[in-house]
């Protein structure tokens, strides 16, 4: 009988963070002890830091941290869970009207949340052995931007679950895509809606910002992480290429600043304010650095950031990430 190898198909892997159990001060403390215990995260001398992490942040901050995530908190879950699990499936929807034949299949996984990236791979021997397994897994940690913090931790994740398998894939790791047009395409079409719909409510916006998450700048100038250069390539590619808001017109900014080291600048919170002073008021805030709604954008920016501004006398008008955004899917 003729030998008919198995068919070539590969497994993609969506990577995110994950969020928190619950929003509580119990559930907070297990995340962020996992969260900044990791030293892709903070770099520091790991003896230092864990007095400091032990000793001065987590008896305090868990509850700080509750009252925020609480305020995003659906009842049964947070928006970066629901919307991962969400973009997973109409990717796969997608996928099934181009992929008649199932040569790719798509899970997603967190690194803090279940499904661990550990159950995914239980979940592909399990397929081996069903003889439906892929030949093939491609991992997407879901950062436009390469960031040592980010998508190096979740390298680190992938390299401690293969150290304990025996069977191991050949597999790809897709370390930034913040110059595809999947991404930049798609982010254009979501400012300019946002910008065209605030024209006709007869809203004359000033100023756009696009605001990434924040990181110290050490690691720039010191450890040449590629960061910098991935905001200001993904700022550039966003801009030029819109239509209802000229370039100059626009700023890059960082937010989510943590500790007391110096980071990268302008930051964000402090550029609204200076603009709102110099009768700049009407402010559109995008933050590309996130595909998914989080913490860091529907509460630091969509909720912190806009009563600030009113309380400055000006006007925030956050723009949603690209979520489950149909053609983003597509």
């Known amino acids: 009988m003729k030998y008919i190898p198995p068919k070539r198909k590969t497994k993609v892997v969506f990577v995110q963070l994950g969020s928190p159990e619950a929003p509580t001060p119990k559930a907070l403390r297990k995340y962020l002890r996992e969260f900044l215990g990791d030293p892709r995260l903070i770099d520091w001398n790991p003896f230092v830091w864990k007095i400091i992490l032990n000793c ?39 996928l099934a009207e181009i992929d008649k034949e199932g040569h790719v299949e798509v899970n997603h996984a967190f690194l803090l949340s279940p499904p661990y990236v550990h159950e995914v791979y239980d979940s592909w021997e399990e397929d081996l052995r069903n003889g439906v397994g892929a030949t ?59 910008l065209q719909e605030l024209s006709e409510k007869g809203v004359k916006v000033d100023t756009l910002l696009l605001t990434f998450h924040g990181m110290q700048k050490r690691r720039i100038i010191e450890k040449g992480d590629d960061y910098y250069r991935h905001c200001y390539e993904t700022y550039r590619l966003i801009v030029d290429r819109l239509n209802h808001i000229k370039p100059e017109n626009t700023m890059m900014t960082f937010q989510s600043k943590f500790g007391s080291e110096e980071w990268i600048t302008p930051y964000t919170d402090e550029v609204v304010e200076d603009l709102i002073k110099e009768g700049k008021k009407e402010i559109v805030v995008y933050s590309p650095s996130f595909v998914v709604d989080c913490l860091e954008t529907t509460d630091e920016l969509g909720h912190e950031l806009v009563e600030d501004a009113k309380e400055w006398g000006g006007n925030v008008y956050p723009v949603e990430c690209l979520n489950v955004d149909q053609q983003w899917c597509k």
């Open 136 to 194: 093939k897994l491609m991992v997407i940690p879901m950062f436009p931007q390469y960031s040592e913090s980010t998508v190096a931790s979740g390298i680190d994740s992938l390299a401690k679950e293969l150290s304990k398998r025996v069977k191991i894939p050949t597999f790809e790791v897709i370390t930034n895509f913040h110059r595809t047009h999947a991404f930049i395409d798609n982010s254009v079409q979501l400012l300019d809606s946002k």
């Open 56 to 94: 001065f942040v987590l008896p305090f901050r868990p509850k700080k941290s509750a009252k925020l995530y609480e305020r995003i908190w659906d009842g049964e879950s947070f928006p970066l869970i629901t919307n991962t699990i969400e973009f997973t499936e109409r990717v796969e929807k997608e």
